[in-house]
């Protein structure tokens, strides 16, 4: 049976999330949450992050998260190789949701019962994003190669369901406490 549409998950309603206590709820089907170069002594190099923020709050499907996080990777991968940036999916789909199947054929209406029941079943994830400004991928990246990582992330953005900016901002550097 096809994937419904992305609007009709797109509004947030009561989470649904205890996933011990839901019988059959799928899996999370994003592999890997970091790429590129994850090493943190490797990564001081880089001084920028790029950002794509939503403007909006909201759901976002994990199979929407995952054709961004490909589209981005791909073509950062492809234009700056892998030692040189850093990406990181900053959500987790744990809402688990539910869908009532309908049929649609000639005499459904004697087949099923409509609103009777209709719980639904689980079919999918999504991540629930609660205010605008929450940051749904991170990019680390050298300055010279600013221009690739706003290009991954706009065509990254152009696969989720919820309006969204890209933020650019220098890296600050990390403190280290010196031990007395």
């Known amino acids: 049976m096809p994937l419904r549409p992305g609007r009709c998950y797109r509004r947030l309603k009561r989470p649904y999330t205890r996933t011990e206590y839901i019988a ?60 040189n940036f850093y990406l990181k999916i900053n959500v987790y789909p744990f809402n688990v949701i539910r869908e009532n199947k309908m049929l649609a054929m ?43 990582a706003k290009e991954a992330l706009r065509r990254a953005a152009s696969k989720l369901p919820l309006p969204t900016r890209i933020v650019i901002f220098p890296k600050q550097p990390r403190q280290v406490k010196a031990s007395a």
């Open 106 to 148: 000639a005499g459904a209406d004697r087949l099923q019962q409509g609103m009777r029941l209709s719980f639904g079943v689980p079919s999918g994830r999504a991540a629930r994003i609660l205010k605008p400004g929450m940051t749904i991928i991170h990019v680390e990246i050298e300055g010279k190669n600013l221009a690739h």
């Open 24 to 83: 059959g709820a799928p899996y999370v089907q994003i592999p890997r949450f970091e790429l590129g170069n994850t090493k943190p002594k490797e990564r001081a190099r880089f001084d920028y992050v790029v950002e794509l923020v939503t403007e909006e709050a909201g759901q976002i499907r994990a199979n929407a998260l995952e054709a961004a996080r490909q589209m981005a990777y791909k073509y950062l991968s492809k234009y700056v190789t892998d030692p």
